[in-house]
C-alpha cells in the first residue's frame, strides 16, 4: 500500500548539514507513523527519529538530540530528517519506514521500508 523512497545522501564534512527526504506513495501514508533508521557496514540498524501520524508527537534517539530534526507534510506525502552539526559516526545507509505501531523505536513496529540512502561525514 506504501512505497517509500528516500534522497539527500550524499558526502559532507563534519559540522556540515544534510536534509534527508521520504517520499511516499498513496494518500494513505498520513495515517502512519514514520521512523528514520539507520545501519552502518557491521552494525545492527537503529533508531534515529520517528514522528506520529497527526506530527504532534516526536521521538529522537539519545545520539542526535538537538542535532537532528524530523518532520512531516501530509500535503506532499513527505517525511524529512534535518541534520546539522554531523559527526563521522553519523555515516550509514539511512533509512525510512512507516508503520502503525505503538512504539516509534522498535525496527517490529514498521511494515513499510524504503531501500536507503548513503550518507558520509568526513573528519
Known sequence: ???LVESGGGLVQAGGSLRLSCAASGRTFRTY????????PGKEREFVAAIGWSAVR???ADSVKG???IS????KNSVNLQMNSLKPEDTAVYYCAAGIGGSYRTTNDYGYWGQGTQVTVSS
Open 1 to 3: 500500500q506504501v512505497q
Open 33 to 40: 507513523n514514520v521512523g528514520w533508521f539507520r545501519q552502518a
Open 58 to 60: 516526536t521521538d529522537y
Open 67 to 69: 542535532r537532528f530534526t
Open 72 to 75: 512531516r507534510d501530509n500535503a
